[in-house]
């Protein structure tokens, strides 16, 4: 049962619960009962109406019998007279007398005013008024209770609509454990995610600009050298050309990786294909690069793993990992490929003998543009890393990239058989 409920039946069942312990003290204690004038004046009332109705139907001496027998169990200051005034009769009734005329004789009947007390005249509202206090506090208590972290909350949510992403709340409910302080930290949840989202954006636009002055810069010179001694017309084209390229597959990289980060929203573009032999696709082709290089490739993956993948970003996650792998690993080297298949997912680990990273460096080396001091002269934006970790969260999967003991970088890769939210096969980083 949530505990907002367990708040809300204890605030009110002891309200209730208080307001009867009142109501018992004041008439116990003061004798306050409720509506007692009024009985007091009833029971008045019906002892002269009786005794009125027993003198006219049964006479003087029934009455006076009456009379001594009421007073012995219930004294009232019941009298029965005989006025000598001989209009006596012609009184007026009043709340205490009453004149009867039996046989020509006037009676007159009477009873004592009710007592009065010193809560006489508060005794009655005692305890309407102690129910009214109680409520009043309780029902205070109550929305003060609530509507203090709404408050909290639409301050939050409006400086959120102002794009203030470092406003939170959660330590504005100090004290309390219930349901909304689980929504106020749910929202400082959202809103530092939001905050770490609008940087990450931030970051992205200002390295884009960056990279992109770099070869348009180059583009600008070429075409000064072009002005100035028109004979290096042919080397200024194919500098010029090397330029558009990467510009080209600079903006081709942003592109995918904006589509990753901004379109959790997109679905995935799914189709049921072999992860495995995708990847004996990737390493047939790595390895002509690796030739080069003098690397071998070592890959020990068989078997079939038919997943529901976009095979356009697995291709490109596998692609970059195993690029890097053969791009950084030392000359003469050796790159591992290892390939585990489980129930429902994929584990890949590409293992190289390169220089690896700064252990303080595992997680950085997966944002974008982040990139080593020996990547530059390699041709790389720092984009590779960050496609793949996107491309594969959106699948359900996750990346690491850990350093072997015997030196390297390894990076490992399990993606699950099905698109599934990102941790909720258990991953966590
Ligand atoms: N196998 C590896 N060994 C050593 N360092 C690596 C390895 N893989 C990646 N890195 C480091 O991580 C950085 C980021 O890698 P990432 O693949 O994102 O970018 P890149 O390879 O430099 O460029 P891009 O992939 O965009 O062409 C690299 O610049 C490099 O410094
Ligand atoms: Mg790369």
Excluded at 243 to 255: I, M, N, Q
Aim: proline fraction near 4%.
């Amino acid at each position: 049962m949530p505990r907002l409920f367990w708040k809300f039946f204890r605030i009110i069942w002891l309200t209730l619960a208080a307001s009867l312990a009142a109501i018992i003290l004041t008439v116990k204690l003061l004798q306050a009962v409720p509506f007692a004038s009024e009985l007091e004046h009833e029971r008045r009332t019906l002892v002269l109406n009786l005794t009125a109705n027993i003198l006219a139907e049964d006479g003087e001496t029934a009455a006076a019998r009456f009379v001594t027998t009421s007073e012995k169990t219930q004294p009232l200051g019941l009298t029965l007279s005989k006025p000598d005034e001989a209009d006596a009769c012609a009184e007026k009734n009043t709340v205490t007398t009453r004149s009867v005329l039996k046989n020509g004789v006037c009676y007159r009947l009477s009873v004592s005013a009710p007592a009065g007390s010193t809560f006489d005249s508060l005794g009655p509202f005692l305890p309407w008024l102690t129910i009214l206090v109680a409520s009043t506090i309780a029902a205070g208590a109550l929305a003060r209770y609530l509507i203090r972290p709404v408050v909290h909350l639409r301050d939050g949510l409006s400086a959120l609509a102002h794009g203030r992403f470092d406003f939170r709340i959660g330590d504005k409910m100090a004290g309390r454990k219930d349901e909304v302080t689980a929504l106020a930290y749910d929202f400082d949840a959202s809103a530092a995610r939001l905050q770490e989202l609008q940087d990450v954006q931030q970051r992205l636009f200002h390295d884009v600009s960056h990279e992109l002055r770099s070869p348009l810069s180059r583009l600008q010179a070429a075409v000064g050298v072009l002005r100035q001694s028109p004979a290096k017309l042919a080397a200024m084209l194919d500098r010029m050309d090397r330029e558009v390229e990467r510009l080209d597959t600079l903006v081709g990289e942003v592109l995918t990786l904006a589509r990753l980060t901004a379109g959790s929203s997109r679905p995935l573009k799914t189709q049921s294909l072999d992860v495995i032999e995708l990847l004996n696709e990737i390493l047939g082709d790595a390895a002509f690069e690796a030739q080069a290089r003098e690397v071998s490739i070592t890959a020990s993956v068989d078997g079939i793993f038919r997943a529901e993948v976009e095979g356009e970003l697995i291709y490109r996650a596998l692609e970059n990992v195993v690029r890097n792998a053969v791009k950084y690993t030392a000359e003469h080297s050796r790159v591992a490929v290892s390939c585990e298949t489980m129930a429902d997912r994929l584990r890949i680990c590409v293992t190289d003998q390169g220089p690896g990273v700064g252990r303080d460096e595992l997680e950085r080396i997966f944002q974008p543009f982040s990139r080593g001091k020996d990547a530059m002269p390699r041709g790389g934006y720092g984009l590779g890393l960050a496609i793949a970790r996107q491309a594969i969260e959106r699948h359900g999967g996750r990346v690491h990239a850990s350093l072997p003991e015997a030196g390297g970088l390894a990076i490992t890769l399990e993606l699950p058989r099905r698109p599934m939210p990102y941790g909720a096969a258990g991953g966590e980083r």
